[in-house]
Nanobody, 123 residues
Framework: QVQLVESGGGLVQAGGSLRLSCAAS????????MGWFRQAPGKEREFVVA????????YYSDSVKGRFTISRDNAKNTVYLQMNSLKPEDTAVYYC????????????????WGQGTQVTVSS
């Protein structure tokens, strides 16, 4: 079993930055692909970015490409999401997710989920 705990959310002005963290438990963390998803009020949860178990490859949604960066520290069982040039439309609850195998942008393919952290970007 893997447990995920997100942190780092908050309120920021447009153009600002935040870094989210997702701490994972379980000795198999390094073989897990990790992803970040987000859900804005009144909208469905959407894919943001994913990273392979080794951290060597990542895949970004077009809406965040060039502004967000995912990374992971397997020694600390933690994945990070650096968010720069934030926009009001980035406002959402951000969820960390993990799956065994290759990374994926399909929500249904993830086995483990965190509780989410709120990110609010004011204009």
């Amino acid at each position: 079993q893997v447990q995920l705990v997100e942190s780092g959310g908050g309120l920021v002005q447009a153009g600002g930055s935040l870094r989210l963290s997702c701490a994972a438990s379980g000795r198999t963390y390094s073989v897990l692909a990790m992803g970040w998803f987000r859900q804005a009020p009144g909208k469905e949860r959407e894919f943001v970015v994913a990273i392979t178990g080794s951290g060597g490859n990542s895949y970004y949604s077009d809406s965040v490409k060039g502004r967000f960066t995912i990374s992971r520290d397997n020694a600390k069982n933690t994945v990070y999401l650096q968010m720069n040039s934030l926009k009001p439309e980035d406002t959402a609850v951000y969820y960390c997710a993990a799956r065994r195998g290759v990374y994926s942008y399909y929500e249904s393919s993830y086995d483990y989920w965190g509780q989410g952290t709120q990110v609010t970007v004011s204009s």
